[in-house]
């Protein structure tokens, strides 16, 4: 099994010095933060919500939602500090700077959570399954459905192969998907599964996202 590239050492220094901080977290910059403002928007997100943006980046949603939410209420984590620094000095006004304090940036690559309040409302995972192993999503929803007691919805994105497919899978828009190596992509019963198994009611919604990505809402039992 290939690990993701995301894993490797260096990877975030080198990109950071060579100024490729949006082409860390996939491109598409404006297409993609604006779908998921949408998404956030259409599941009930509330300018008082609490929002925890998981595998945040380089603050591409984080631009948009920071300056939505009430000051304050908009957290994420990261594997790369430097990386989330790098997005709070480049991509937010300074109106939307002093919206996020620094401090609600916190680097986390496992998934535990440190220092977050247990009061987030809403989560997203969105293009971070995709390219980390297959382990990583049962690992986080339970961590995600112990942490936050409060919390009202979580939404995380996938790719999806059909039951039994054992290769490569071209999926809609033409992005070639693995069982793998990333981008991974999942049989939906086997991620269903597994948020059962973490606590949550799963419920795919019909969204097109980006490079065909799935949206999955999982709602705390």
């Known amino acids: ?46 300018p008082e919500d609490r929002l925890l943006d998981i595998g945040c980046g380089c603050l591409r949603l984080g631009h948009r939602a920071a300056a939505y939410l009430a000051p304050g209420h908009y957290w994420g984590t990261d594997a790369s500090l430097a990386l989330m620094r790098r997005g709070h000095e480049a991509e937010l006004s300074d109106e939307t700077r002093a919206r996020l304090p620094p401090g609600n940036l916190v680097e986390d690559a496992d998934f535990g959570f440190p220092g977050l309040p247990d009061s987030i409302d809403i989560a997203l995972a969105f293009a971070v399954f ?8 049962p690992r986080a929803l ?62 795919w919604r019909p969204r097109r996202l980006p490079r065909s990505q799935r949206l999955l809402a999982l709602t705390p039992v």
């Open 1 to 46: 099994m290939s690990a993701s590239p995301y894993l490797a050492p260096g990877f975030y220094d080198r990109a950071l010095a060579d100024g490729r901080h949006r082409d860390i977290v996939g491109g598409r910059w404006s297409e993609t933060a604006a779908a998921q403002m949408a998404l956030l928007l259409d599941e009930g997100l509330r």
């Open 130 to 137: 995709t390219h980390l192993p297959p382990d990583a999503l």
């Open 142 to 203: 339970a961590q995600v459905r112990a942490r936050f007691p409060r919390l009202r919805r979580m939404l995380l994105t996938v790719f999806l192969a059909p039951q039994g497919h054992a290769g490569p899978h071209r999926q809609p828009d033409g992005v070639v998907t693995h069982p793998d190596r990333p981008p991974w992509h999942r049989p939906a019963a086997q991620v269903e599964a597994e948020a059962r198994a973490a606590g949550f009611t799963p419920d």
